[in-house]
């Protein structure tokens, strides 16, 4: 399993050097964070369209992207979504699909994340 690292929190992605850019949906990145380089939450906004995106990543196994008409829901989703991906990181096998057998193991696990979040 991938695990945890004993000293793994959610930190600013690359110190803050991401905010003010533009995201890969579009908006205007307003948070980015990262969780030991293991998982990273993204979220892009444009008030211009009422659109909040969240981008979260699992390294080597999930790209997923969530959409929301307001920075509230979004906000709420960004917070919800940290230690459910902090879970999902103790339940994957390590390495990314190497294998048809992590594969096999990790495909219900990622789909469970992203029905619970979508």
Known sequence: MVGRADD???RPYEDGGSIGWM????GTIARDEDFGG????????DDTRSFH???CSVTGWLLYHRF?????????AFEEMKPALETLLTQLPEGGPTSPANTRLA???LAAFTVRHG
């Open 68 to 76: 929301f008409d307001n920075a509230a829901a979004a906000t709420a």
């Open 23 to 26: 995201g890969t949906q579009g």
């Open 8 to 10: 793994a929190t959610w």
């Open 107 to 109: 495909g219900p696990l």
């Open 53 to 55: 995106a969240i981008a």
């Open 38 to 45: 293991l998982a990273r939450l993204t979220y892009e906004l």
